[in-house]
């Protein structure tokens, strides 16, 4: 007797596992991506997953930045906001289901997502990853917005909390790839951008 409850609450989990996994669909948000500076009107095209430096060399912006002195150059990129929009649709029977996420497997770093012009999210690591429940805002026809503040203003606001300095400046209150700052071994270049593929 115990072993056919065993069996049949063994083939129970099996199938409601089996059921959940039709349940769940994913759908990868990665086309038609564009992006501008916060105070420029126009818009180019980007590459996601990618990051505003490489945006930008990819569209001949900037000279390829490990040329001669152009990491010197190219410093006004990180002093910039920045933006990247998508535009992607559903079908009736999807815009139907109980729950609908955004999933962020990357964003570098303080930025803030708006969905429909709604503002479902605000990002400050580059390391973790990201959700938002978007039901509330989801249509047939959807507008993916995403602005990229430059870490500089939220980490000088850190820093001025302090009244004391820490070592390694300004870097130690963002959570992103430290090389970015500048190492032994590479150049200056904190980047932004989605970084990680986007569902």
């Not at 759908?27 to 095209?45: A, M, R, V």
């Not at 955004?102 to 930025?111: C, R």
């Not at 820093?159 to 150049?187: H, M, N, T, V």
Request: neutral net charge; proline residues 4%; aromatic residues 14%.
């Amino acid at each position: 007797m115990k072993y056919r409850l065993l069996i049949l609450l063994l083939l129970l989990i099996l199938s409601c596992e089996r059921q959940s996994k039709h349940l769940v669909s994913k759908k990868l948000i990665h086309e038609g991506w564009q992006f501008k500076k916060t105070t420029d009107s126009i818009w180019y095209p980007a590459t996601v997953p990618g990051s505003v430096h490489t945006d930008l060399y990819g569209n001949k912006l900037i000279p390829h930045p490990f040329v001669k002195d152009n990491e010197l150059q190219l410093q006004w990129i990180s002093e910039t906001g920045w933006e990247y929009q998508t535009r992607f649709s559903v079908d009736e029977k999807t815009l139907q289901k109980s729950n609908h996420m955004l999933s962020f497997d990357g964003l570098d770093t303080y930025a803030s997502v708006y969905v429909n012009d709604s503002l479902v999210l605000s990002a400050n690591n580059a390391f973790r990853f990201w959700k938002a429940d978007v039901k509330p805002f989801i249509k047939l026809e959807n507008h993916i917005r995403i602005v990229f503040e430059p870490t500089s203003i939220s980490e000088e606001a850190e820093k001025d909390k302090l009244d004391y300095e820490l070592p390694e400046g300004l870097r130690i209150f963002s959570r992103k790839a430290q090389f970015q700052y500048g190492w032994d071994w590479g150049p200056t270049f904190i980047t932004s951008g989605i970084w990680r593929k986007v569902f």
